[in-house]
């Protein structure tokens, strides 16, 4: 679905990622774990298409999208969520979700303002799009409430529900359980697991090993911008280098 081929990011002398490949499976889970500042989220800006890389290609489904803007990349199937939510406050939380929607109608925003007959009938159909996402995360009971009046777990769903609105092939998931509590980030992973059985690839960069541990199929750690390992949780359990990151010498 993914492949990271050579990444290298330098932010001036800070090299921040060097020498990155690896695939990420259709329809799978992969955990991308490591210590603080190890580069993961500059990873996945790198994916998504914020940062241009330094070195090396970022390829979607086989082909090479390393030169398009995150909305072609959107388009094509590559959604992300942040590691700090971005919902729009003062909309509901059903239109947060209808916001991804119309991005991809042809009336656009702007233009249902006008409300013609079969903008409505559009209008009518993202509604209906909107609470299934919702119903799908558990939240449709909230559909009317203000986005910035909801608890921080209930925020993570609606923000989940927004991306895959925008009908992923692969979902970035940037530390969806930080700040859960373990009944919230239980729910996640089971959350997590139906996305991935309903043919949605995920990867996602997690502090939370029990969690990593528990859905992912792979793993990739990083460490110091470099890479350190790959390989099933098991594998990854097992490493003594992994270990040592984590932990230190002694
Ligand atoms: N826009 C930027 N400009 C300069 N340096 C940056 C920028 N973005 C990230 N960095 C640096 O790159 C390194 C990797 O940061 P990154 O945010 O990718 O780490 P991370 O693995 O996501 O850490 P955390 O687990 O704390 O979220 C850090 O040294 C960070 O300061
Ligand atoms: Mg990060």
Redesign the pocket.
């Given at each position: 679905m993914l492949r990271l081929s050579g990444i290298g990011?330098r932010?001036?002398g800070?090299t921040?990622?060097q020498e990155i490949s690896f695939r990420v499976a259709p329809a799978s889970i992969t955990g991308i774990i490591?210590?603080?500042?190890?580069?993961?989220?500059?990873?996945f800006?790198i994916a998504t298409g914020i940062?241009p890389p330094t070195e090396g290609a970022v390829l979607l489904e086989g082909k090479d999208i390393s030169a398009l803007p995150p909305e072609k990349r959107a388009r094509l199937g590559l959604v992300r969520t942040f590691?700090n939510i971005e919902l729009f406050g003062k909309m509901t939380v059903l239109e947060n979700v209808m916001v991804g929607l119309h991005t991809q109608t042809k009336s656009g925003i702007f233009a249902c303002a006008f409300r013609m007959p079969w903008q409505l009938r559009e209008e009518r159909s993202i509604r209906e799009r909107a609470k299934r996402w919702l119903d799908f995360v558990g939240i449709a009971e909230l559909a009317g409430v203000e986005a910035g009046k909801l608890s921080f777990g209930k925020g993570r769903l609606l923000e989940i529900a927004r991306a895959l609105a925008l009908d992923p092939k692969l979902l970035l998931m940037?530390?969806p359980a930080a700040g859960l509590n373990s009944k919230e980030t239980q729910e996640l992973a089971k959350l997590i697991k139906s996305i991935r059985d309903r043919g949605v690839t995920v990867a996602l960069?997690e502090?939370d090993m029990d969690l990593v541990m528990e859905i992912c199929d792979s793993l990739v750690v990083?460490n110091l911008?470099s890479m350190l390992a790959e390989g099933t949780p098991k594998e990854i359990q097992d490493n003594p280098a992994v270990v040592t990151a984590y932990l230190g010498e002694e």
């Amino acid at each position: 679905m993914l492949r990271l081929s050579g990444i290298g990011k330098r932010f001036g002398g800070l090299t921040a990622l060097q020498e990155i490949s690896f695939r990420v499976a259709p329809a799978s889970i992969t955990g991308i774990i490591g210590p603080n500042g190890a580069g993961k989220t500059t990873l996945f800006n790198i994916a998504t298409g914020i940062y241009p890389p330094t070195e090396g290609a970022v390829l979607l489904e086989g082909k090479d999208i390393s030169a398009l803007p995150p909305e072609k990349r959107a388009r094509l199937g590559l959604v992300r969520t942040f590691q700090n939510i971005e919902l729009f406050g003062k909309m509901t939380v059903l239109e947060n979700v209808m916001v991804g929607l119309h991005t991809q109608t042809k009336s656009g925003i702007f233009a249902c303002a006008f409300r013609m007959p079969w903008q409505l009938r559009e209008e009518r159909s993202i509604r209906e799009r909107a609470k299934r996402w919702l119903d799908f995360v558990g939240i449709a009971e909230l559909a009317g409430v203000e986005a910035g009046k909801l608890s921080f777990g209930k925020g993570r769903l609606l923000e989940i529900a927004r991306a895959l609105a925008l009908d992923p092939k692969l979902l970035l998931m940037d530390e969806p359980a930080a700040g859960l509590n373990s009944k919230e980030t239980q729910e996640l992973a089971k959350l997590i697991k139906s996305i991935r059985d309903r043919g949605v690839t995920v990867a996602l960069v997690e502090h939370d090993m029990d969690l990593v541990m528990e859905i992912c199929d792979s793993l990739v750690v990083l460490n110091l911008g470099s890479m350190l390992a790959e390989g099933t949780p098991k594998e990854i359990q097992d490493n003594p280098a992994v270990v040592t990151a984590y932990l230190g010498e002694e």
